[in-house]
């Protein structure tokens, strides 16, 4: 591969795994819910003490599907199967997105310790898992192909997003208390959406094609 190639796919892994990560940190879950919750009870300082959970607990996790689906690379159905699999899960992300109304806390009393629980929010939680086995594992993989500064790119940019964009809430509920409601997080939020579409999209393609169905 050529450098201008290279940069090019550097850079379009970095987009994707930026779009990937900014729609998961904006997506209502347990651990945007916790981020809130820890804003609003306490100050903004905890909120992104909780944010920050996800560099504290997610490596593991890529670890672990990056080993399985290495493991599986032979057996193309399976990785077919894998990657329809995370195309169904971007199109429920993503229609969840364009369907949002807002997010409804309801909030608790509770002794300042933001980072524990959102560390255990995030291990507890079944969507980095899914993520990971189903989308994010199988992207790096495709970008490894390229590179190995592509899929750091890819891996870079989902969690620079990720977790800024959790941050980036959490000061802006702690100026803004109406904000979670606000027309302005309902158009990102359905601009995401659209986005997630388009990626599942492409997910479908390339399950089929690892199936040999296209």
């Given at each position: 591969?050529?450098?201008?190639?290279?940069?090019?796919?550097?850079?379009?892994?970095?987009?994707?795994?930026?779009?990937?990560?900014?729609?998961?940190?904006?997506?209502?879950?347990?651990?945007?819910?916790?981020?809130?919750?820890?804003?609003?009870?306490?100050?903004?300082?905890a909120g992104v003490t909780v944010a920050l959970a996800p560099i504290l607990t997610d490596l593991p996790i890529i670890f672990l599907s990056l080993?399985?689906?290495?493991?599986?690379?032979?057996?193309?159905?399976?990785?077919?199967?894998?990657?329809?699999?995370?195309?169904?899960?971007?199109?429920?992300?993503?229609?969840?997105?364009?369907?949002?109304?807002?997010?409804?806390?309801?909030?608790?009393?509770?002794?300042?310790?933001?980072?524990?629980?959102?560390?255990?929010?995030?291990?507890?939680?079944?969507?980095?898992?899914?993520?990971?086995?189903?989308?994010?594992?199988?992207?790096?993989?495709?970008?490894?192909?390229?590179?190995?500064v592509a899929a750091l790119s890819f891996i870079l940019g989902f969690y620079i997003l990720l977790v800024g964009s959790k941050i980036f809430l959490?000061?802006?509920?702690?100026?803004?208390?109406?904000?979670?409601?606000?027309?302005?997080?309902?158009?990102?939020?359905?601009?995401?959406?659209?986005?997630?579409?388009?990626?599942?999209?492409?997910?479908?393609?390339?399950?089929?094609?690892?199936?040999?169905?296209?």
């Open positions: 591969m050529n450098s201008e190639g290279g940069s090019i796919a550097i850079m379009n892994y970095l987009i994707t795994g930026g779009i990937l990560g900014l729609s998961a940190g904006f997506s209502p879950g347990p651990l945007l819910a916790l981020v809130i919750s820890e804003t609003l009870r306490y100050d903004i300082k080993f399985i689906l290495a493991k599986l690379s032979s057996f193309h159905t399976v990785l077919g199967v894998i990657s329809l699999l995370g195309g169904f899960l971007l199109l429920h992300m993503g229609y969840e997105s364009i369907r949002i109304k807002g997010v409804a806390l309801s909030l608790q009393p509770d002794p300042p310790e933001s980072l524990k629980r959102g560390i255990l929010v995030n291990v507890l939680s079944p969507y980095p898992y899914l993520f990971w086995i189903s989308v994010g594992a199988p992207t790096t993989l495709k970008a490894l192909n390229q590179s190995a959490a000061i802006l509920v702690g100026k803004s208390r109406s904000f979670l409601t606000d027309k302005l997080y309902l158009v990102i939020m359905r601009i995401l959406g659209a986005a997630l579409l388009v990626f599942a999209v492409f997910l479908f393609r390339d399950g089929l094609k690892a199936m040999k169905l296209l």
